[in-house]
């Protein structure tokens, strides 16, 4: 039970970088990222590799540039591998003049493919077995026992997603913020309005996707495995729905959401007493936030904590207007 | 060089499952508008369906028809009840999408749940291949090609030549228009999702025949080739679906026989790549396209 617990708040946390990272793509800047879970990926992937030493051919896993890096540093690199395929993806797809429901199915083809690949490479990060035995950091340096180390991951990811929390909430309310939701609204208007639309969208892409890296490598620190089973391209539905339920738009609200939906009603299914084949109850999980989805996106479509309105209020509005002419 | 033929062939053969599906994929959204993914698993019930009425005896053809029609009545069931109800409500294209997702997960596991995560191996005759000129074809191979280039040719003289047809073309360049011209616009999208739903259950059937097994999952592997291909043949063109689905057949079982027989599916990266630098027109619309109009 004590497990069940603490395995839960990691995944909590997990959760909740991956919808506010999604949260700042979408619920801000209106980028629908359908294929969001590569780049969770792709950060658990580079971290794992940096991490485990290098590959030996006669090893049981092969993979590319393995290497055993301090600490921080791989956590560093999954950050940086996010951040890097946005940039790729986001030049590639987001600069263009496609329609944006266009540009969502092209991500999300990307994710299935991605996965397709890295399942026939085996090469590349061991194919469908995926890596196992990946370190956890500070094991070796704080000798805790098995719980104990649990119970420090909580605090750990508390920590990280307390300082991602303030970082994007203090970045939504400065006039990049503002910006971005203008561009969001409407972006031939914004474009009228000075913002560099095509340049915006791609930086606020990279931080998303180095956001959600940062979660992979934070994920496979504390697994200690990854394969591609674990990134199916649904996963990026769930953290969808979280952050629609939780209220786009509202970085509180796309913690609440990471809350509700992955963590509980995605595991209530487990709850129930063992019935019928092994297996059943992993398909009636699916089935269950597929139904949480619709009925709540019916009864409150702008979710729990729908997003604030921004009014600047009219004595600073005034303030500078008063400084400008004066 | 023998061997290049051959993929060919196969190509040919996987171009009729891709084409099926690319063609009423590409029907029913570029009337609709709505992004549906829910094709994966209406794919996977065709080929379900096509499965269990073989394994009780139905000849597999027959089989085929009814898995294409019963996927045709839960796509228009679901699309006249749960996709009209958030319609009427104003969900935006992307959160129609993510609806259609949503009914997907539900009707792919709950398959899932009926057939206990199986997989299960089609066994029919199969015949000596036979020669075609340098294509070599078994004669259910055949036969599956034949059945999807004559889809491909009636639905063409269809929309085309009949006047159900053109109003079905007038309905998906301006609703409003066309509606306004006395086209009983409500039907016409009822024909479309009917026919749309139909095309996909066949294409999840013939896919099933093609690669011998079928589970609940087996239509997401044929989904993104689909939408590539509906996506390449510009969305809402029948012909355009037909001719990149058949391009990417044979890309993909051509790029297999090259020696790199695990990226045959990857091959569609490169084809999305072409599509976004050397298309983009097909792809265009504004940057802002939540006011294309979705008519359920």
Redesign the interface.
């Known amino acids: 039970m004590q497990d069940f617990v603490s395995i839960s708040l990691v995944y909590l946390g997990i959760y909740a970088l991956s919808t506010l990272s999604l949260n700042l793509q979408y619920g801000y800047a209106g980028i629908?990222n359908?294929g969001w879970i590569a780049f969770q990926a792709v950060g658990a992937y580079i971290a794992a590799v940096t991490s485990l030493g290098p590959a030996s051919p006669s090893g049981f896993q092969h993979y590319i540039l393995g290497a055993r890096l301090a600490f921080p540093l791989p956590l560093v690199l999954g950050t940086l591998a996010g951040a890097a395929l946005a940039l790729v993806l986001g030049g590639?797809?987001l600069t263009?003049?496609?329609?944006?429901?266009?540009q969502?199915?092209?991500m999300?083809?990307?994710a299935?493919?991605a996965a397709?690949?890295v399942?026939?490479?085996v090469g590349l990060f061991n194919g469908a077995n995926g890596l196992s035995g990946v370190p956890k950091p500070f094991n070796g340096v704080f000798h805790l026992s098995y719980h104990g180390y649990q119970w420090f991951y909580v605090g750990w990811m508390a920590v990280l997603c307390i300082v991602v929390y303030a970082g994007q909430e203090w970045l939504c309310r400065t006039s990049w913020g503002r910006a971005l939701r203008a561009m969001r609204e409407?972006?031939?208007l914004a474009g009228y309005a000075g913002i560099n639309?095509q340049a915006l969208r791609v930086v606020v892409f990279v931080l998303g996707g180095a956001i959600a890296g940062f979660s992979g490598a934070l994920l496979v620190e504390f697994l200690g495995t990854w394969s591609p089973d674990a990134w199916s391209f649904?996963e990026t539905?769930v953290v969808?729905?979280a952050v629609?339920v939780g209220g786009r738009g509202n970085n509180f609200g796309a913690i609440i959401g990471a809350f509700l939906v992955p963590v509980v009603i995605g595991t209530m299914p487990s709850f129930l007493p063992q019935f019928g084949?092994p297996?059943?109850t992993a398909?009636?999980e699916?089935?269950v936030?597929?139904?949480a989805?619709?009925i709540i996106?019916?009864l409150r479509?702008v979710g729990i904590l729908p997003e604030r309105r921004h009014i600047a209020t009219r004595s600073r509005v005034s303030a500078r207007v008063n400084a400008t002419t004066t | 060089m023998n061997l290049y033929w051959e993929a060919v062939g196969f190509g040919v053969i996987a171009a009729a499952s891709i084409g099926l599906g690319a063609m009423g994929f590409t029907l029913q959204f570029g009337l609709t508008n709505v992004?549906n993914?829910g094709y994966g698993a209406i794919m996977s019930l065709g080929g379900i369906v096509a499965y269990v009425s073989h394994s009780a005896g139905i000849s597999i053809w027959f089989g085929l028809l009814l898995g294409g029609l019963s996927a045709s009545a839960v796509t228009l069931i679901v699309a006249k009840t749960?996709l009209a109800?958030?319609a009427r409500?104003g969900?935006a294209?992307?959160?129609m999408?993510?609806?259609t997702?949503?009914?997907a997960?539900?009707v792919?596991?709950?398959i899932?749940?009926i057939t206990?995560?199986n997989t299960y191996p089609l066994t029919i005759a199969i015949e000596h291949a036979m020669s075609l000129g340098p294509l070599r074809f078994t004669k259910v191979q055949l036969i599956l090609v034949i059945v999807a280039f004559g889809v491909f040719v009636l639905l063409d003289l269809f929309l085309h030549l009949t006047r159900l047809g053109v109003a079905l073309r007038a309905t998906a360049v301006d609703p409003d228009l066309a509606r306004a011209s006395g086209i009983a616009t409500n039907q016409i999208v009822t024909a479309a999702w009917l026919l749309s739903g139909f095309l996909c259950g066949l294409a999840g059937g013939v896919f099933m025949v093609n690669i011998l097994t079928i589970s609940a999952f087996t239509g997401?592997s044929l989904l993104?080739l689909v939408?590539?291909a509906a996506?390449m043949g510009t969305a809402g063109s029948v012909r355009g679906a037909a001719l990149a689905a058949l391009a990417i057949g044979i890309a993909t079982q051509v790029v297999s026989v090259a020696g790199a027989s695990?990226?045959d599916?990857?091959v569609?990266?490169g084809f999305?790549?072409l599509v976004?630098l050397a298309r983009?027109r097909t792809?265009?619309?504004?940057?802002?396209?939540?006011r294309?109009q979705i008519t359920v």
């Open positions: 629908i359908f590639l797809i263009r003049r496609i329609r944006r429901d266009f969502a199915i092209i999300l083809i990307v299935i493919i397709q690949v399942i026939a490479t409407d972006d031939v639309i649904v539905f969808f729905v629609y084949y297996g059943l398909n009636l699916w089935i936030i597929a139904l989805w619709l996106f019916y479509p | 992004l993914i749960i109800v958030y409500r969900a294209l992307f959160e999408a993510m609806i997702f949503g009914v997960l539900i792919e596991y709950a899932a749940a206990r995560n997401d993104s939408i590539v996506l695990s990226y599916t990857a569609a990266y999305l790549a976004l983009p792809l265009q619309g504004g940057l802002v396209t939540d294309v």
